[in-house]
């Protein structure tokens, strides 16, 4: 993905039925954010001062976008917070959503392979049982 495509909107490798979080993403996303937001923005912590982030995406619908918008400057929020580059802004935003569903490449896999065997019985059963005339 180009960074001219990441600028106008962001899209998530990891929407849609088959897509996957990317490693390389994670583990930037994992870098910036404990450099720049840890200190006010904990992982699966809250404090009176500091939001917790483990399950923010979660909860918003859209979240990985608005998490990109937060941090590119395009949300007002009432407290200041350092901009980040549309590169890494996407990167944060995929790490967030990471947190807030770790097995998703698991579980999409799974469903993969659950589909498949559901189809592949299905045409056994059809060949097998469906094309059977009565007389």
């Known amino acids: ?27 930037a996303g994992a870098r910036l954010f404990h450099d720049n937001c840890a200190r006010c923005h904990a992982i699966g912590l809250a404090t009176p001062h500091a939001a ?11 979240g990985p976008v608005l998490v990109y918008r937060i941090l ?5 929020l009432p407290v200041a917070h350092p901009l980040l580059p549309p590169g890494a802004a996407h990167d944060v935003a ?15 896999r799974l469903g993969a392979i659950a589909l ?3 189809i592949a019985f299905g045409a056994v059963g059809y060949f097998a049982f469906g094309t059977r005339t009565s007389k």
Not at 9 to 23: C, K, L, M, Q, S
Not at 72 to 76: C, L, M, S
């Open 116 to 118: 498949s065997f559901l």
């Open 52 to 62: 917790a982030m483990t399950l923010f995406e979660a909860r918003h619908r859209n």
């Open 1 to 27: 993905m180009t960074p001219a495509s990441r600028a106008a909107e962001p899209h998530f490798g990891f929407e849609g039925w088959f897509g996957t979080y990317n490693r390389t993403e994670v583990q």
């Open 72 to 76: 590119r400057g395009r949300v007002a």
């Open 94 to 108: 995929t790490y967030l959503a990471w947190t807030a569903d770790p097995t998703l490449d698991r579980r999409k």
